[in-house]
């Protein structure tokens, strides 16, 4: 097998300047959006191979989340419906999104991204594409898109649901949300679907206006075989805040870049994430808290459950620039172990370039406690009963987090889990 440390441009998927014209004019895209992807091509196709060297990608071979052709199929079918009930749109690679009347009636801004004028909107500002090669590669070769907008003191009743459903082969979808002043939202982005072919490159961007308010819900729930790589960028202004849940779960091998660059005095970034892994799935979650400005305060609380032979790997970042004295960030990542075979990576770093801050991580990776499945076995619990409750408790504290129109869902999937666990299962 070749070093792919040492990996050469032509090992990147092909995709030519015809192929961004061809797929421009498919989605009836404006001549300045055409002009923007073909210099993301440029970056695409001189961008270097991800450093196996560094941590970053120490753990993940990104030639198995790439897809071999980035363009999307013809006549893609998901089999995934338009929801009906609460506001919701459906993102089907190689189509124009489609919402339904209640997002219609939400008081939402919805564009589809093909229509917009990266002149006009702040596209590729968060996450550029010289951010990496997976960047690059969507910025030159998205192939679904949308754009929402939360005017200036609007506060979203309802939770707005992105649906995303992963194709046969690529799927590259592109989000791109704008918060405007004093506005107040949650959009729950939901990823799902593909199969054994598929391989999805997602880039999401944030931008929270002054004294705006969003709550961001990225649940990856893939079917067994998919794979892929999501990238998510937040851009707070003064006094902006950002909760953001991540919800791990399905696909064989899945990396998420998540981060939030706090640019304005007095903005906040608050996250937590849970990954429940079982089989031989490998779940690489790398986070980024970016002070820019001064009294930003950020706060992240990761945790990971693995069993069988699954891998959780945790990076985290938090950099604190010379110009956010008074900043507060805080950093913890808790990984359990549900098996001898389970493994558990986590890394967590500081840059703190400037005093008066106050600054502080932790990161534990343990088996279960035997004396804890003791203490409840000997109050009549069966082992295996035992065992689920307590990881149930590990993780319950995030669930809770998740708005209630997706929790269900999720409750099923983490239930179904723990239950073959119970019985031996996710071996």
């Not at 993102?91 to 999104?97: D, E, Y």
């Not at 550029?128 to 090669?133: I, K, Q, V």
């Not at 880039?203 to 709550?215: G, I, T, Y």
């Not at 899945?254 to 079982?278: C, I, N, P, Q």
Request: glycine letters at 10%; a neutral charge.
């Amino acid at each position: 097998m070749a070093d792919l440390a040492l990996a050469t441009a032509q090992d990147r998927p092909p995709i030519t300047a015809p192929d961004v014209a061809s797929l421009s004019r498919a989605l009836g895209e404006t001549e300045n959006l055409t002009r923007w992807r073909q210099r993301a091509l440029a970056v695409y196709l001189e961008a270097p191979w991800p450093d196996r060297v560094r941590h970053l990608w120490r753990f993940s071979d990104p030639a198995d989340l790439l897809p071999e052709a980035p363009l999307p199929p013809p006549d893609v079918n998901v089999g995934t419906r338009l929801p009906e009930e609460g506001p919701a749109v459906l993102i089907v690679p190689g189509q124009l999104p489609r919402w339904n009347a209640a997002a219609a009636a939400a008081g939402l801004v919805l564009s589809p991204l093909s229509h917009g004028d990266p002149t006009a909107w702040p596209l590729g500002e968060a996450v550029p594409a010289t951010h990496g090669l997976f960047e690059a590669l969507n910025a030159a070769a998205w192939s679904s898109g949308l754009c929402v907008r939360v005017p200036r003191g609007r506060k979203l009743a309802a939770p707005l649901r992105v649906v995303l459903p992963a194709a046969p082969g690529a799927s590259l979808p592109r989000l791109l949300v704008l918060v405007e002043s004093g506005a107040e939202a949650t959009i729950i982005e939901d990823h799902l679907g593909g199969g054994e072919q598929t391989r999805v490159v997602g880039v999401s961007e944030l931008f929270l206006a002054p004294n705006s308010h969003l709550r961001h819900v990225l649940v990856q729930r893939w079917e067994t075989g998919a794979a892929g790589h999501l990238t998510l960028r937040g851009r707070l202004e003064r006094d902006a805040s950002l909760f953001a849940v991540l919800a791990t779960f399905g696909g064989r091998r899945a990396k998420l870049d998540v981060g939030a660059v706090l640019d304005g005095e007095g903005s906040r970034s608050e996250m937590v994430g849970v990954t429940l892994g079982e089989g031989r799935q490998h779940l690489d979650h790398h986070t980024r808290h970016e002070h820019r400005a001064g009294r930003t305060f950020s706060n992240l609380d990761f945790r990971a459950a693995v069993s069988g032979r699954a891998r959780s790997t945790y990076t985290g970042l938090i950099r604190i620039d010379t110009g956010a004295p008074g900043s507060e960030a805080y950093q913890e990542n808790r990984n359990l172990l549900l098996s001898p075979r389970a493994h558990a990576d986590t890394i967590p770093e500081l840059e703190i370039l400037t005093d008066e801050v106050s600054c502080s991580h932790g990161a534990t990776v343990a088996p279960v406690d035997p004396e804890h499945v003791f203490y409840l076995q000997s109050r009549g619990i069966p082992a295996a009963e035992a065992l689920r409750l307590i990881v149930r408790g590990f993780l319950e504290e995030t669930l809770q987090r998740i708005p209630q129109s997706l929790r269900p869902a999720l409750e099923e999937l983490v239930a179904g889990r723990l239950n073959r666990l119970g019985r031996g299962g996710g071996r």
